[in-house]
């Protein structure tokens, strides 16, 4: 089994969230950073720092990109000509040329590339699949998610669009993959967007964004996302409505997914609690599986180009006013909605 060498590139908050799940498993890390920090993550964690992007690289099996999307597909690019394979944080990139071109060169190098879209390994969205998949709720119609938390003034980048995306992509874009990963492609997007939405942002500032996804299977999806000042707690919700009755999640007012009939009751047999491990350790070690040649993942890189395109899309109906259709142009093969 091909060893677990990791070359972390960043040293903050998501560095920090994927170092013990590498950890768990047995990883050789080593860490480089341009910000100051690795030498203070090093230390932290047990690892090693390097000097580097160059040193970091050297004999690494795998790079594990954390660090501002701007800078993406310029680190997967020297990561597959180093031989590596490339785990990279959500979004691959801003622009749906640069993600394509990280996909692309994956391919020629025989290199695997996955995005960090975690949330496809949360409980709560793992039952909601299987239960969409096994037809439990019948025909859909319409869905809606929504997700909550401060704004993330600890870094300036993200209240930039130039190096982020804004809200629209750099929060949204996790259930605009989850709404793919459901219901299939995405054909237009309508969206829009207020608050505080250029860089840098105070403490206490405010964002917002909906979009609607129109999908080629005929599901309308809304997407709805907030940056709320400090003391807004991490939320997520989902509702899917269906001719045979609604699936529903709410983090903070249920421990699991809610199956509702058709009487408006809830329905039996569906257990409450905890249902697994942390998503970032049930991601990595997906990931790791598949790196050291076992079973596909349930996200692919095509699946993180697809996610851009949309955010894309989302942002250019933003600034126009205008619902955008989702350029589906794709060098590979044809792109799977669901996995």
């Known amino acids: 089994m091909k060893r677990l060498d990791v070359a972390m590139i960043g040293a903050g908050f998501i560095a920090r969230t994927h170092l013990p799940a590498w950890i768990a498993l047995g990883a050789r890390v080593r860490v480089f950073s341009t910000d100051g920090q690795a030498a203070r993550l090093a230390e932290d964690f047990g ?51 640069e993600a394509a071109d990280m996909a692309d060169a994956a ?30 709720p019948g025909r859909v119609a319409v869905a809606r998610f929504t997700r909550t938390g401060r704004y993330p003034t600890w870094s300036p980048w993200f209240a930039d669009p130039a190096l982020s995306g804004g809200i629209v992509t750099d929060q949204m874009l996790h259930d605009m993959d989850i709404a793919r990963w459901l219901f299939g492609d995405v054909v237009s997007v309508h969206a829009t967007q207020r608050g505080h ?13 909906s979009a609607t996804l129109t999908h080629a299977s005929g599901v309308i999806s809304q997407v709805l996302g907030v940056w709320g000042p400090p003391a807004t707690p991490f939320r997520y919700t989902f509702h899917v409505a269906g001719s045979n009755g609604t699936l529903s999640h709410d983090s903070l007012a249920h421990p699991s997914l809610r199956v509702i009939g058709k009487a408006g009751a809830e329905a039996d047999g569906v257990p409450t609690g905890d249902f697994g491990e942390d998503p970032f350790a049930t991601q990595i070690r997906e990931f790791a599986a598949a790196f050291q040649g076992g079973s596909v993942p349930r996200v692919s890189a095509l699946d993180g180009v697809a996610a851009v395109r949309i955010a894309a899309a989302a942002r250019q109906s933003v600034a126009t006013g205008l619902a955008v259709a989702v350029d589906d142009t794709c060098p590979h093969k044809q792109m799977e909605g669901r996995h």
């Open 47 to 97: 690892i090693t720092e390097a000097s580097t992007l160059e040193e970091v690289l050297e004999r690494a099996t795998i790079v594990d990109i954390c660090t501002p999307t701007a800078t993406h597909r310029d680190i997967a690019l020297a990561a597959f000509e180093a031989g590596a394979d490339v785990l990279c944080e959500k979004p691959l990139a801003l622009a749906p040329a």
């Open 107 to 136: 391919e020629k190098a025989g290199r695997q590339l996955y995005p960090g879209h975690v949330v496809r390994f949360f409980p709560a969205y793992v039952r909601l699949h299987d239960a969409v998949n096994s037809g439990a």
């Open 197 to 209: 939405l250029t860089a840098p942002a105070p403490e206490g500032a405010v964002a917002t964004g």
